[in-house]
């Protein structure tokens, strides 16, 4: 079992940037495939990028390539996700998920373990 908490959130003008953290407990945080995904109202939560267990391997949609960087530290059981260029449609709640799975994945159903999520306000 992991638990999951998210921090960074909040309002920021186009173009801007943010960093939200992730912190999860537990021992086995490292074993973990991380990821990040976003839901805007009355939209279902998408997928916004993954790291593999030791950081190796990054994986993003299409709508943050080239913007947004996820990076985490195994000693400090944190995963980060750095935002940048921001836009108005970056506008949601983001949550951080943590896979037993040995792979990284852009499927909600690969994920075992969620954050409460943190909310991002862009402005235009």
């Known amino acids: 079992q992991v638990q999951l908490v998210e921090s960074g959130g909040g309002l920021v003008q186009a173009g801007g940037s943010l960093r939200l953290s992730c912190a999860a407990s537990?021992?086995?945080?490292?074993?973990?495939?991380m990821g990040w995904f976003r839901q805007a109202p009355g939209k279902e939560r998408e997928f916004v990028g993954s790291?593999?267990?030791?950081?190796?391997?990054?994986y993003y949609a299409d709508s943050v390539k080239g913007r947004f960087t996820i990076a985490r530290d195994n000693a400090k059981n944190t995963v980060y996700l750095q935002m940048s260029s921001l836009k108005p449609e970056d506008t949601a709640a983001y949550y951080c998920?943590?896979?037993?799975?040995?792979?990284?994945?852009?499927?909600?159903?690969?994920?075992?373990?969620w954050g409460q999520g943190t909310q991002v306000t862009v402005s235009s």
């Open positions: 998920a943590a896979s037993r799975r040995p792979f990284i994945s852009s499927s909600y159903y690969e994920y075992d373990y």
């Open positions: 537990g021992r086995t945080f490292s074993s973990y495939v």
């Open positions: 790291i593999s267990w030791n950081g190796g391997r990054t």
